[in-house]
């Protein structure tokens, strides 16, 4: 059975009533006292108005429960309504009034509504008032029990209104840590999706961004050769279908999750791309050398690095250094595309994001005829060409 709402619009009255009522009313089985007394005096005008007032008070106590518990307990949702201050300080003020009408009228029997009433407090004001408000109460009670005649002097009430106060205003209060327990959760799930979404957003230009990359620049030199070369240009179209199988295939398990690529594998990659768009390549041949939590990042560094240089550098030569100070990538082409503070395209932010994720500093700098992209060991910071700390914010190169 749903204990809460029906689905139509979120606000506390759309919630089945018969449940939520019956854990509120199960406790006025209290007011049987008062209502007894009540009976007894029925031939009398008192009798009957205290018997109505505190029937009447038990109503009022479940319908300002019913519409007000949203204020203390969060019975809602979010765009949801939570009842006014003005309408709960005026159900507030009936049951103050009934209340009164059942003392004067059947003595002090009735002070039993003020447990109810104490109890009320808490849905109706801010925690520390409503404790305020039933400490008063008590202390009326006792001046009451021990002045006016007839009166007996116990501590019945005031302690039935202090543990009642204890008890509710403590459920409150895990209510309420559980209400923040629930957004945290819900928080944190909202930010895995967003991590996932950004994760495959990276995964997907890299990939394909290398990928199509590479298949445009073999594509144009076999439409060169298959006049002059007809069996080399062959082979190259052969090599068209095997990338674009790989790029299927690595998109796939980007998607899946199980992306992982390895630090020469992509020198390899590199070295035929560039090859192929008639760059020279110039790489290291061991990278035994590279820590392992570094490796994945230095091979989406050279995937993307080799990208850029192939795209837009109008390089001759690309020289990639991996050495105690990092992975360097640097071309000998135009040097910067963008003016400084572009911050780079798509592939300079995501590498810059892998960077950031495992503690280490990606940094670019533009000569007057090159580019260099810079992923620093953790203990050494990326430097400008005046000697100053640079980072991704001035890179330059557009994937």
């Not at 509120?24 to 209290?30: K, N, R």
């Not at 005031?158 to 928080?187: K, Y």
């Not at 994760?199 to 997907?204: G, I, P």
Request: charged fraction near 20%; aromatic fraction near 8%; include cysteine.
């Amino acid at each position: 059975m749903r204990l809460l709402r029906d689905g139509r619009n979120g606000d506390p009255a759309s919630d089945i009533p018969f449940v939520t009522l019956f854990f509120a009313g199960i406790w006025l089985v209290y007011l049987f006292d008062p209502i007894a007394r009540a009976w007894e005096l029925r031939h009398s005008t008192r009798g009957v108005v205290g018997l109505l007032a505190v029937l009447a008070f038990a109503v009022v106590y479940l319908w300002h429960f019913y519409r007000a518990r949203a204020y203390s307990w969060g019975r809602f949702e979010p765009g949801g309504r939570v009842d006014s201050r003005g309408w709960r300080l005026v159900r507030y003020a009936a049951h103050a009034a009934l209340s009164v009408t059942a003392i004067l009228a059947i003595g002090q029997r009735g002070t039993t509504t003020w447990v109810f009433l104490a109890v009320a407090g808490l849905w109706t004001f801010s925690m520390p008032v409503a404790f305020g408000l039933a400490a008063a109460l008590a202390a009326s009670y006792e001046v009451l029990a021990y002045h006016l005649g007839g009166w007996t002097r116990d501590s019945s009430v005031s302690l039935s209104i202090a543990l009642a106060v204890f008890a509710v205003g403590g459920g409150i209060i895990a209510s309420g840590r559980q209400r923040d327990l629930s957004a945290a959760r819900r928080e944190n799930a909202r930010l895995m999706v967003q991590e996932e979404r950004n994760r495959m957003a990276r995964d997907l230009h890299d990939i394909l961004g290398h990928s199509l990359t590479v298949i445009t620049v073999k594509a144009e030199l076999a439409g060169r050769l298959i006049d002059v070369a007809p069996e080399r240009a062959k082979t190259e179209i052969e090599a068209l279908e095997m990338l674009a199988r790989e790029a299927l295939s690595d998109v796939r398990r980007a998607v899946e999750g199980f992306r992982e690529i390895s630090l020469s594998g992509e020198l390899a990659r590199a070295r035929e791309a560039l090859t192929t768009a008639g760059i020279e390549p110039r790489l290291p041949r061991a990278v035994e050398a590279v820590p392992t939590d570094l490796r994945e990042l230095y091979a989406w560094g050279v995937r993307e690095g080799v990208t850029n240089v192939i795209r837009h550098s109008g390089a001759t030569t690309c020289t990639i250094t991996i050495d105690g100070t990092g992975l360097r990538i640097r071309d000998n082409g135009v040097g910067a595309l963008a003016g400084p503070g572009s911050g780079g395209g798509n592939g300079l932010r995501g590498l810059r994001e892998r960077a950031v994720a495992v503690g280490v500093t990606l940094a670019t700098r533009s000569f007057e005829r090159g580019f260099e992209v810079q992923i620093c060991a953790p203990e050494v910071g990326g430097v400008d060409a005046a000697g100053r700390p640079v980072g991704v914010a001035g890179s330059v190169v557009h994937p």
